[in-house]
Each structure stands twice: as C-alpha cells, then as structure tokens.
C-alpha cells in the first residue's frame, strides 16, 4: 500500500480552467512538499506545508493534519502549467527524506 | 545563487558493467539526498546525508550501491554491477538543514542499462 496517494493520475484541461489536485497519505508527517517535474526536466520544489495554507501567484496549497489531505489549486491555468506535479511527505520521527507519490500528469489545452 | 549540479546527464550502460552518478549540492548545504526515479513511479530515497554523516539509507540496496561524501561537499553515488532494473533517473536534492526546509534537486542522471 502507498503511503502517499495522489488523484487524479491524469488530468486534462482548457486553458483558464481552476485544478485541482489531491493528495492523501496514511502515515503521520512533519511537513508535506508539492513539486513540479516538467518533462526531462528537474524537480522543483512549489510549496513545504505542515498546515493550513500558502499561495504564490496562481497555485494555493493547502493542509488538513486531521484528514491527512492536501490538495494543489491552480487557478486561471494556462498550458505553461502542464506538467507532472508530485506529492511528497516527510515522514515524523526523525526521518528526513521525502516519500513521494506517483505524481498527476496534468495538460493544459490552449 | 547556482543551483544543484549532477553529472553525467545521461548514462547508457550494458548490465553487470558499473558506473558513477556525481553530485555537487548548493553552496552551504549541509543535507544531501539521493533519489532514484523508475519511469512512471515518484522518487524513491535511496540515501540522506547530513555533512559527511549516513543519516539515512534502509532504502539502499547495499548489496550493489554505495555512496559517499567524504568531505560533506559533493557525493558520488555508485552501482556495481548495474542490473536491468536500475535503469532510472538519479537525482541528488539538497537543503540547507533537515526537517524544516525545502529541498533543491538537481537536474538528474538518465541512466540507461542494457
């Protein structure tokens, strides 16, 4: 069983359209990261959470400790947007490297 | 402020030959992380660095990977011999310190097994 899931795996869109992407995870976490990872590209990193919410520019992230949720909003999208976004999470007691999930595939259509 | 370097950026090798993955993190940062990227599936944490300390590596198959950083600068990730399965992207990440900050990655070594 993942300890982090993501949905969707795959999400197409029209340009303007607000995303949204899901991740959930079992485990108790320090922090929670949201990256992005174009294609042959490097990973980089968007938001580190440990609650509530950030925003930078067009992306919000947000936090549900009790729920252990996060979920990643794009609004006003663009095709500039289309890329692989990952759900990370820093595990508690000590451990400090991240545990990722599978990651959603997003596509925004002009 | 430059960034996380890896090289080689890509990597073709036949199986049971070995090869070296290196990695030079941001100036300053003393938690280095070396990740393995099968397509299709999220990064997995192979080791974490603190300095030149193994803060963490359960998740490395010790049997035919190694990694150092005897200096708590660069690392070297190594595997020998390379199976099939080890064909993955390897990317390095670093952070100031552990815990508390973001991790920066690198631009990650394609490498291929045949």
């Known amino acids: 069983k993942n300890e982090v899931e993501q949905s969707p795996q795959n999400l197409t869109a029209q340009e303007g359209e607000f995303i949204t992407i899901n991740c959930s995870y079992s485990v108790g976490i320090s922090a929670l990261h949201w990256l992005q990872q174009h294609p042959g590209g490097g990973i980089v990193s968007l938001f580190m959470l440990s609650s509530g919410k950030k925003k930078h520019g067009r992306l919000i992230a947000t936090i549900n400790i009790q729920e252990k949720h996060s979920s990643l909003h794009i609004t006003a999208s663009h095709p500039r947007d289309s890329a692989v976004y990952i759900c990370?999470?820093?595990?508690?007691?000590?451990?400090?490297?991240?545990?990722f999930g599978k990651g959603t595939h997003l596509i925004i259509q002009p | 402020e430059a960034g996380v370097a890896q090289s080689p950026r890509y990597k073709i090798i036949e199986k049971r030959q070995s090869v070296a993955f290196w990695c030079n993190p941001i100036?300053?940062?003393?938690?280095l992380y070396w990740y393995q990227q099968i397509l299709g599936q999220g990064p997995k944490l192979l080791i974490q660095?603190?300095?030149?300390?193994?803060?963490?590596d359960s998740q490395l198959p010790k049997d035919r990977f190694s990694a150092e950083r005897l200096k708590g600068v660069d690392s070297t990730l190594k595997i020998q011999p390379a199976k099939l399965e080890d064909s993955a992207v390897y990317l390095c990440a670093s952070s100031l310190q552990p815990s508390t900050d973001t991790q920066y990655f690198g631009p990650g070594t394609r490498l291929t097994v045949l």
């Open positions: 660095f603190q300095n030149n300390g193994v803060v963490d």
């Open positions: 100036s300053g940062h003393a938690t």
């Open positions: 990370a999470v820093r595990l508690g007691g000590g451990a400090d490297g991240l545990t």
